[in-house]
Structures are given as C-alpha cells and as structure tokens.
C-alpha cells in the first residue's frame, strides 16, 4: 500500500480500532510531491486514522484525534479547533483532498462526440498553460507520462494526464475547457487514460477535493469509488 511508504508505518496500520501516530520523516519511495518531512499529515481509510507528524507536535495531535470520531478530525468546525492548536508551533491545516482507486470490474471506455487520441512526452510539452494545470503540472513535467485529448477539429477542448507520482501509482488529472464541459469529455478522456494506465501495469489513481462535485461524479461515472482522505498540515510559511 503506497500511503505506508508515504507514512512510514505498516499497512495494517490503516485498519485498525486505536490511531497510530508515526514520526514523519523521509521515507523512500513517497509520492513526489509529498515535501517530506511534513509536520503533520492524517491519512483515513475509513477505520482509523493514521497521523505521521513531527515529534513536537504528536501530543497535541493525538489529543485532537483521539478526541473524536475519526472522519470528524477533517472537517469543521474540529479543524478550527486543530488550527488553534498548532499555531503556537507555526503550523496550521492546509490541504484536505479525497483519493479514489478504480474497481476493475467497473472500468470501461467510454465515448463522447469528439476525436480521442493518446499523448506522449514529446507531444505536449507546448501544453504545460493555466487551462490544462490539472493535466499537466509544470513543477514536476519529468513525471507526465502520458495524456489523452479530446479535439474539436483541429482543437484541443480537453485532456486528461498521467503523473508517475511514485513507482506503481499514476495520479490522473483532467481538464476541459469551460465551453465543452458537460459533453462527456471527461469520462471519455479519464476512463480511456485509466484503461491504458493498466494496460502499463500502473495502478491509476484520483484525486478530487470534497466540494468539487463535477470531479467527483466524473471519477465515479468512470469506475473510481473514495479510498481514503488527508488532511495536511504544513509551517505557515511553507506554500
């Protein structure tokens, strides 16, 4: 399980009945844009939670966690709380996002009213522009491995990228252009990246936060079902 390597623990570790507080640290073979040590990170499959954090913090953190029930700890009005917990140690929550894992049973391709074709590498490094920074990420291009686009004419309305964020993972990212959306092109586009990500040995991920809804429903029109959440803390003058 990739989030044992990110946390430095055992997998079984995420499903058990008590929370389990790690040191963070760096841990070889995280995903690339974990900026590691981060100084404090809760991962939640449903079960416990999983906090990694720096050695400073685990007491105010465990008190937090073990405080309330588990999917409490990321959302308000307890975040408010966990905020004016850390920041006599300058740290406050910063990012909370939704991971989703595809049920194989469930993945197809599925179809829209425009041409679909694969991108590699040497294809689409002119595409790295605000409209496509869910796609493509501009800090890390090293690890894009492949997009697949949607064309009207000669067009580029919509496309989704493959990022190797660690060995046996790709994350999927995916952009439409705001007059083409609601088309189908995202679920064109997302599942037909899934199928070829497996078709590569990869296990294809997601990740939407809460609130973003179209996201969300795209990733579950295309056979992705919530894995686990996080929340992360970062030093308040980290970006």
């Known amino acids: 399980m990739q989030s044992a390597t990110d946390c430095g623990c055992s997998p079984s570790d995420f499903f058990g009945r008590e929370n389990v507080f790690v040191e963070s640290c ?3 073979g995280a995903r690339a844009y974990l900026k590691q040590p981060l100084a404090c990170n809760l991962v939640f499959y449903g079960h416990n939670i999983v906090a990694c954090v ?3 913090l685990r007491a105010v953190v465990a008190e937090y966690c073990n405080g309330r029930v588990a999917y409490q700890c990321f959302e308000t009005p307890a975040l408010h709380e966990l905020d004016r917990a850390l920041a006599p ?3 406050r929550s ?3 996002a939704e991971y989703f894992l595809p049920d194989p049973a469930r993945i197809e391709e599925l ?3 425009y041409l679909v074709r694969p991108l590699f590498p040497g294809d689409f490094q002119s595409l790295y522009l605000p409209c496509w920074s869910n796609a493509l990420c501009a800090d890390r291009p090293e690890r894009d491995m492949l997009c697949m686009g949607a064309y009207d004419g000669e067009t580029l309305v919509g496309l989704a990228g493959a990022s190797a964020d660690c060995e046996s993972m790709w994350q ?3 952009d439409v252009l705001p007059e083409y959306r609601r088309r189908g092109i995202a679920s064109a586009l997302t ?3 899934t199928k070829e990500i497996f078709a590569r040995g990869k296990i294809p991920f997601y990740c939407a936060a809460w609130s973003n809804l179209r996201s969300v ?3 579950i029109k295309c056979g992705f079902y919530p894995a686990w959440a996080e929340l992360t803390c970062l030093e308040t003058e980290k970006k």
């Open 191 to 193: 599942s037909r990246l």
């Open 89 to 91: 140690f300058g740290v």
């Open 217 to 219: 429903n795209n990733a």
């Open 111 to 113: 179809a829209c009213g």
């Open 172 to 174: 999927i990212g995916v």
């Open 94 to 96: 910063k990012y909370m």
């Open 54 to 56: 720096r050695s400073d």
């Open 26 to 28: 760096v841990t070889a």
